[in-house]
């Protein structure tokens, strides 16, 4: 295991609306390699933009420093987001993150912390990824940004992971990387976590995991409805791609989902439509037309009929809720 005549300081940018799985999932990490290599490697700190307790979704938190406070004595910096990062507007956070970017400190996303990086430019040539529920909504921003569909990235001086658990797996590679791989395994042993995942590993279950589905020719349909959501397929192109009539197509969906095909279709798309209602800023016009609906008309009914209230009274109501990730 690698000497060091000090320990990492490794700084935790705390927002209003983060997870605190995700920080958790990252700090814990650290906190075992402590204990594992019984010497301090990591020294964490907590930054918050006015210092004090800063609490999480959950109402659990930590005491944290001002973000002036977030020097260039830190050797890594990860912001951690959850809600809806796309609406984060704090431009102190964002002059600091600039400010230590400037003087060369790598910087990291935790969750939505990446997308904040990425809307300030903090990104710009850099491999990233961020939370499933952003990474549409993030894409239409800047068709320039280069984002993975991954658990974790490390490019250079930029780490982001999707938050939740991955925090660990990427926390293990960072890990693994100054202190080697037995260590790092170790540590993840230590969270009866026997298998670090690699960073390539998909953030969200298949649609045959997800929905249960127990039927080849059930997943192979709701595999292309899936990626279909903008184009939606006839219930007759499903029935001919999956290799099978229609009325049996029709069988199975009722069998084992209770649904016909068009109503778990469009089921389908009004889920994907309340993400993107969300997680952006989109007229719902926009957001209608992106689901494979003809006319907001009718896509506002479909959507009020599912959720119980139209699209834009309910983004009114979720409006500074944030979810969490």
């Not at 020719?217 to 899936?226: F, I, Q, Y």
């Not at 007759?236 to 197509?249: E, I, M, P």
């Not at 016909?260 to 037309?289: G, H, N």
């Amino acid at each position: 295991m690698a000497e060091s005549t000090a320990p990492r300081r490794i700084g935790f940018i705390l927002t209003p609306d983060y997870a605190l799985m995700s920080l958790a999932t990252a700090v814990e990490p650290l906190r075992a390699a402590n204990h594992l290599a019984e010497r301090a490697l990591y020294e964490t700190l907590f930054f918050s933009a006015r210092g004090g307790f800063a609490p999480s979704t959950c109402g659990g938190g930590f005491e944290s420093r001002p973000l002036a406070e977030a020097g260039a004595g830190l050797d890594l910096v990860f912001l951690v987001a959850g809600g809806n990062p796309m609406l984060f507007e704090d431009p102190a956070v964002i002059r600091r993150l600039r400010w230590l970017r400037a003087r060369g400190i790598p910087l990291g996303g935790i969750s939505g912390g990446s997308a904040i990086l990425a809307r300030a430019g903090l990104m710009a040539g850099r491999r990233f990824t961020v939370h499933w529920r952003h990474i549409d909504v993030l894409a239409d921003f800047s068709a320039e940004l280069m984002i993975e569909r991954a658990l974790y990235v490390i490019d250079r001086d930029r780490y982001s992971c999707a938050g939740g658990v991955a925090a660990l797996d990427m926390m293990c590679a960072l890990i693994a990387q100054e202190h080697g791989a037995p260590f790092a395994r170790a540590v993840s042993d230590w969270f009866i976590h026997p298998r670090v995942r690699t960073a390539n590993e998909p953030q969200r279950a298949g649609p045959g995991e997800r929905f249960d589905l127990r039927h080849p020719v059930l997943e192979a349909a709701v595999g292309l409805m899936t990626s279909h959501l903008a184009d939606p397929l006839s219930p007759a192109q499903l029935a001919t791609l999956t290799g099978v009539s229609q009325r049996q197509l029709q069988r199975l969906f009722g069998a084992h989902l209770g649904q016909s095909i068009t109503a778990f279709y469009r089921d389908l798309r009004l889920d994907k439509a309340d993400e993107l209602l969300m997680q952006s800023a989109l007229p719902v016009i926009e957001i209608a037309a992106s689901t494979g609906f003809a006319s907001a008309a009718h896509f506002s009914r479909c959507y009020a009929r599912r959720f119980g209230l139209p699209p834009r009274a309910r983004r009114g109501a979720a409006q500074g809720g944030g979810r969490p990730a």
